[in-house]
């Protein structure tokens, strides 16, 4: 779909309102499903996000316009929304829920309904989190797909140090309302200590703390940064990615778009997959498959991809075995 056609199917979502399908000027069949589709992002910025949750549901035999109709919500990265979002939703009975790259708004939704199937996408544990009580069978109203690419961050640590070996002070960027923020704060440091290294934390939860935290990286002369999972920093790839080239700080994120938009390096599962399974597993669901018989999915593949133009920009040598190890060099 061409952005800009993209954009106007999106239009009324800015303002976290009900946003209507590409054929909402005609006539609906009787009895279509609706799926609830919730995210704390931007309608611009999720838009590969939502076309990969389109192309599972096509997968299962749903097209939006023609035999299902989605109602999206974005919270604009506004955590404070979500309640009021996922209320508005159940108010509408909608025939599931799907927050893909949402852990707060997956909670919410299952603290205020025990019918309605959710499905979630999430980069921790969800077991941890609360939403299922097993990956196998996750019992109840909820399921999804769990990337736990929070549990990735030593492997980022060891590619940031073979990249900059040289680098004596590592910036690990949070968002310090992310359920995971203690733990990756803990394994941060740990992870320092074990390669001798000096670590800081930096903390961001909304838009403008971005600024601030690069204020600090460069106010502490950190020599690297490592960009941590959160839907915060999909949503700001580009602003990241050119904070990281203006000041010259080689940084590694967690999905390949931040690459795209102009990061170094990135290393995990394929994101994208994992918004295009929450949509298998919506369709399911409407298909007549229970959320507690659809065992929790994990990622098979892992990617590392490296930008030569980034590490030109930021005059760094990318030693010739990373990119030999590289599933994707960008020229």
Avoid: W
């Avoid at 192309?55 to 404070?80: C, H, K, M, P, W």
């Avoid at 060891?158 to 040289?166: D, G, N, R, S």
């Avoid at 320092?192 to 290294?197: E, I, Q, R, V, W």
């Amino acid at each position: 779909m061409q952005r800009r056609a993209f954009m106007k199917l999106l239009g009324g979502a800015a303002a976290g309102g009900s946003v209507a399908c590409p054929l909402a000027g005609l006539a609906q069949p009787a009895g279509i499903p609706v799926i609830g589709y919730i995210t704390a992002g931007f309608p611009e910025a999720s838009q590969t996000a939502v076309a990969a949750f389109r192309e599972g549901l096509s997968q299962t035999g749903f097209v939006e316009g023609r035999n299902l109709r989605i109602e999206y919500r974005f919270a604009q990265n506004d955590r404070a929304r979500i309640p009021g979002l996922v209320a508005d939703l159940i108010r509408r009975q909608v025939t599931v829920i799907a927050t893909p790259g949402s852990v707060p708004a997956a909670i919410e939704a299952k603290a205020e309904t025990t019918t309605t199937p959710i499905v979630f996408s999430t980069a921790g544990d969800p077991i941890r989190t609360g939403l299922v009580a097993s990956l196998s069978r996750p019992g109840g109203n909820v399921t999804g797909v769990a990337s736990m690419n929070h549990e990735l961050l030593g492997k980022r640590f060891e590619l940031l140090i073979q990249a900059v070996p040289k680098a004596a002070r590592i910036a690990v960027l949070i968002n310090p309302n992310s359920e995971y923020a203690q733990q990756t704060t803990d394994e941060a440091q740990r992870l320092a200590a074990a390669f001798g290294k000096q670590v800081e934390i930096l903390g961001a939860s909304k838009d403008s703390e971005i600024d601030t935290a690069f204020a600090s990286l460069v106010e502490n002369h950190a020599d690297a940064l490592l960009v941590t999972p959160a839907t915060l920093f999909y949503n700001r790839r580009q602003q990241l990615a050119d904070l990281s080239i203006r000041h010259a700080v080689p940084a590694i994120y967690f999905e390949r778009e931040n690459v795209v938009a102009g990061g170094l390096m990135s290393y995990g599962p394929d994101e994208l997959d994992q918004y295009r399974l929450v949509g298998v597993y919506a369709g399911r669901i409407l298909n007549g498959e229970k959320p507690a018989d659809l065992p929790i999915a994990r990622p098979t593949r892992f990617e590392f991809i490296i930008s030569l133009k980034a590490a030109k920009a930021l005059g760094l040598t990318v030693p010739g075995a990373m990119l030999a190890l590289a599933d994707s060099v960008i020229e």
